[in-house]
């Protein structure tokens, strides 16, 4: 079964989107090192705001004709060809697939509220295709929208961005929480918690190596720790040119520490494959 990866919380700018396509791009390169039969990744963006789709593809101009939008307003039965008429290659690698997010998509929400079946208008196409790649990844927004709960319907395994601040790591609990709720509300037993990733780690500040070590330390939560992504202006400029990290600046500490984490999901990937 292809591992499905959302990155979710409803907090905004904790690198969910950067977390998302950059470990995207990272199983692209891992897989090709290791003669992988398949390689290719899928990026999902359910997020109407686009940044995803916008760093990995250069556009985010996408609507009602060739995006994620277009899949959700499809009949049915023809969703499945049209998510693969949607899929565009990204400009990072021939082997990273996007399907964009659209501006139209806030409007999605509303048109299928109360919708018989709605929540599952991802993830029922998305299980006809995913055997095409050898990873997806689906990018959330910053919240626990109808969007949301498609994607966490679609995903097999979902991963938590998260500060090392203080409310973001006191809230941790009450999203996995969430994500759970999911699960059993929607009877889906294949989605799982599988990582929380610290993002913008500053060693500097005294709070950030408190939090940390809190977490570290939690019975629950530090066994899901899956990496810490240092706080680096290089994500920014690789932002401003639309370059994934490790084009960008392959040294770059945030570039070796997505390296490391990507690495574990590989190895996980394997093991869950076995």
């Not at 899928?42 to 996408?62: E, P």
């Not at 196409?125 to 910053?142: M, N």
Request: net charge positive.
């Amino acid at each position: 079964m292809t591992r499905s990866f959302v990155f979710t919380n409803h907090k905004g700018g904790v690198g969910k989107s950067t977390s998302a396509t950059n470990i995207a791009l990272g199983m692209v390169n891992v897989l090709r090192r290791a003669n992988a039969t398949n390689c290719r990744v899928l990026i999902i963006d359910t997020d109407s705001q686009g940044h995803a789709s916008l760093v990995t593809t250069g556009r985010k101009d996408y609507g009602a004709d060739d995006s994620l939008y277009t899949v959700l307003m499809a009949d049915r039965p023809n969703a499945p060809q049209t998510m693969i008429n949607c899929i565009v290659p990204s400009q990072w690698d021939a082997d990273l697939h996007v399907l964009p997010a659209s501006p139209m998509l806030e409007g999605a929400e509303r048109e299928l509220m109360g919708v018989a079946g709605a929540p599952y208008r991802l993830a029922d196409p998305l299980s006809k295709i995913a055997g095409q790649y050898a990873a997806v990844v689906i990018d959330t927004r910053p919240s626990f929208s109808l969007m949301t709960e498609m994607g966490l319907l679609a995903a097999t395994d979902a991963i938590v961005p998260v500060e090392p601040r203080y409310l973001e790591t006191v809230g941790l609990t009450s999203v996995i929480q969430k994500i759970n709720d999911i699960r059993e509300g929607w009877r889906h037993p294949n989605l799982r918690v599988s990582g929380l990733l610290v993002t913008k780690m500053d060693t500097r500040v005294r709070g950030h190596n408190h939090l940390l070590a809190e977490l570290k330390a939690h019975p629950v939560l530090g066994k899901l720790l899956l990496g810490v992504i240092p706080a680096n202006e290089a994500v920014s400029y690789a932002h401003r040119d639309h370059q994934s990290l490790f084009t960008y600046d392959p040294r770059a500490s945030a570039s070796k520490a997505y390296v490391q984490v990507v690495a574990s999901l590989v190895r996980y990937m394997s093991q869950a494959g076995a």
